[in-house]
């Protein structure tokens, strides 16, 4: 695994470099499954609204969304929760290689996690892979519309119990799986990239 491309100024680095720290069999997941640099900085922007947030990053791969993170905004704290133990382990590695101590990575199933330890949450449709065979990871990627409205409505309750103002990035998700309680502030690349603020009830979203 090469490691050394993670030298240069984080404003520098591209995609392409980022992803040379991974396998060519993780490298060739990148473009499907893997948050690029230009939505990482998006997403970070709006949920790192002040000092020691701590942001959620719920199916978080291989750790690149959170380790860009972490490295984007030092007096954060990113975590990144995946069932795949494996993808666990590639990102402790590349957090210990590099000395990040304001990312950690969670081996667990994201429903196991109290979501209102969080300030904020990162959502790029993980749940995916159990409804469309072409985005398939590895034989862990049950093909089950079950298990994808059991997930669905996991995340759904989840969010919904989380404190007023919390911030939500969803990315590739449609709305319908977002209570009504959070309301829409903002959307870019051409709306595959949404920012939510929790509402307190429903008069606030008026």
């Given at each position: 695994?090469?490691?050394?491309?993670?030298?240069?100024?984080?404003?520098?680095?591209?995609?392409?470099?980022?992803?040379?720290?991974?396998?060519?069999?993780?490298?060739?997941?990148s473009s499907r499954h893997w948050t690029s640099i230009k939505i990482v900085k998006k997403a970070v922007n709006f949920l790192c609204y002040k000092e020691n947030?701590?942001?959620?990053?719920?199916?978080?791969g291989v750790g690149k969304f959170s380790i860009l993170g972490a490295l984007l905004k030092a007096s954060n704290f990113f975590y990144g929760v995946d069932f795949r133990k494996d993808f666990i382990e590639i990102s402790d590695n590349l957090k210990k290689e590099h000395r990040i101590e304001n990312v950690f990575?969670?081996?667990?199933?994201?429903?196991?996690?109290?979501?209102?330890?969080?300030?904020?949450?990162?959502?790029?449709?993980?749940?995916?892979?159990?409804?469309?065979?072409?985005?398939?990871?590895?034989?862990?990627?049950?093909?089950?519309?079950?298990?994808?409205?059991?997930?669905?409505?996991?995340?759904?309750?989840?969010?919904?119990?989380?404190?007023e103002g919390t911030r939500l990035v969803t990315y590739h998700t449609e709305d319908i799986h977002i209570p009504y309680t959070y309301r829409i502030v903002d959307m870019h690349f051409e709306g595959k990239l949404k920012f939510y603020i929790k509402c307190l009830d429903e008069g606030d979203l008026e």
């Open positions: 695994m090469v490691l050394n491309n993670l030298i240069k100024p984080i404003d520098l680095i591209t995609d392409k470099d980022f992803d040379l720290v991974y396998s060519p069999a993780i490298r060739a997941l947030t701590k942001i959620l990053d719920v199916g978080s990575f969670l081996h667990n199933y994201f429903d196991k996690i109290d979501f209102n330890n969080f300030d904020g949450i990162y959502f790029f449709n993980s749940f995916h892979e159990r409804i469309d065979k072409d985005t398939v990871i590895d034989e862990l990627s049950e093909f089950s519309y079950d298990l994808y409205k059991k997930y669905t409505q996991e995340f759904f309750l989840k969010i919904n119990s989380m404190s």
